[in-house]
């Protein structure tokens, strides 16, 4: 039950950091072989280690289990198989909604120390984050995360939605969405300066 109470603490941890407002917002991470999600409709602030639900690589709930996955529990077991990882988060943090309607072609980023938190170069590395939009359907929308995903991009924003974020643990899928939420911010207010920032040639804020 270690794996499940991780996920109970994450999951209040990213409610206190105000991206899983209400119900919003899901975690899941791979216990052993099996990915457990956490429970369809529970407010993330008093989510406990009985609010964890295992499921299929379709999402489904496992038999003999009590509560109802999230619903996008297909779109974590996607995206935990896709990227070869072992957690997924996901978050409707305000930063990345709103940089993903700033740039829908994808969110650049270049040229700013925080890039080292995704495993990225802090200089002369061009880092552009993939940006789909949101559906209902929940195969869609596994579909369009996984076709969107880039090796070398942990994450991908769905368009007035929130941002999926993996890693090879629950504790890198946090601190990454953690990185990439100050970098949003900081594209962001950028933009609002009129700043341009150049990698090589490029110019970074003024080609979408």
């Known amino acids: 039950m ?7 603490r994450t999951s209040r941890r990213l409610y206190d950091l105000g991206w899983m ?16 999600v956490t429970a369809s409709g529970v407010d993330k602030s008093t989510l406990g280690e009985t609010d964890v639900v295992a499921v299929d690589a379709r999402g489904g709930a496992l038999p003999d289990q009590s509560r109802s996955p999230s619903a996008e529990a297909r779109v974590h077991a996607a995206s935990v198989e896709a990227a070869r990882a072992r ?22 980023l270049v040229d700013v120390e925080q ?30 995360i ?44 950028l933009d609002a300066l009129g700043a341009v920032r150049q990698n090589v040639d490029t110019p970074f804020l003024e080609d979408q």
């Open 2 to 8: 270690a794996q499940h109470e991780e996920l109970a």
């Open 87 to 108: 957690a997924a988060v996901h978050v409707h943090a305000m930063s990345g909604v709103l940089a993903a309607a700033r740039w829908p072609g994808g969110v650049p």
């Open 146 to 189: 996984v076709q969107a995903m880039d090796t070398g991009v942990p994450c991908v924003i769905v368009a007035e939605h929130g941002i999926y974020t993996w890693g090879g643990s629950l504790e890198e899928a946090v601190a990454r969405t953690e990185s990439l939420d100050w970098l949003f911010e900081h594209a962001l207010r």
């Open 115 to 144: 890039l080292k938190g995704i495993g990225r170069g802090a200089h002369g590395d061009r880092v552009t984050v993939p940006v789909v939009a949101n559906s209902q359907d929940m195969a869609e929308l596994s579909a369009r």
């Open 21 to 36: 407002r209400g119900t919003s917002g899901n975690v899941s991470v791979l216990d052993g072989s099996q990915l457990i």
